[in-house]
């Protein structure tokens, strides 16, 4: 899925859009569809791409390995060079020349003029995951002995006797 920033007619362009997710590493279940709702605007150094992403993302729980369905929405302003031939803001640039912010917050065209939204909504909904995915907020994990979800109940596992060298600090912590 392309829009094609070179061909755009007038200043704005406003961006509806409804696709399949593609497949993504680390992202369970169905392919769920991404709607993007933006605005590409053209500036005088490239595009500003501005708008809102949403889909829903099945997500492994980081302590108890269940997947559940969880929505992304987040809100996107990415920048777009104008580029040479070779698809690359920095032609003609001296090989010295050191980067700006601004030049590094700058993403690339293809070489056809076009930004490929499967890419961008890939890295967009990849950059808004959280690190340790949850299930639910009180997610209380897999027994560390024998595996058991304790959100389904209790196990009879009995927890390891602390370390007798340790005891004295035990003691410590008791009295205060």
């Known amino acids: 899925m392309y829009i094609h920033a070179s061909q755009m007619r007038g200043s704005t362009h406003p961006v509806d859009m409804f696709f399949l997710r593609p497949p993504m590493e680390g992202i369970e279940g169905r392919s769920d569809t991404i709607r993007i709702t933006a605005t590409l605007r053209r500036e005088e150094d490239g595009y500003l791409f501005a708008g809102h992403i949403a889909t829903s993302v099945g997500l492994a729980c980081a302590l108890c390995n269940s997947v559940s369905q969880q ?23 001296p090989e010295d020349h050191e980067l700006t912010t601004e030049e ?4 690339e065209l293809d070489d056809q003029g076009r930004i490929d939204l499967t890419r961008f909504s890939k890295d967009q909904i990849y950059l808004s995951l959280p690190l340790q995915p949850r299930c639910r907020r009180d997610c209380r994990g897999l027994c560390s002995l024998c595996g058991t979800d304790l959100n389904n109940g209790t196990c009879a596992c009995t927890l390891p006797v602390s370390d007798p060298r340790l005891a004295a600090l035990a003691q410590l912590r008791n009295r205060f």
Do not use: H, I, K, Q
Request: proline share 4%; hydrophobic share 35%.
């Open 104 to 107: 590094c917050d700058m993403a």
């Open 71 to 93: 929505v992304v929405e987040l809100d996107f302003s990415l920048r777009y060079g104008l580029t040479g031939r070779t698809g690359s803001p920095s032609v003609g640039l």
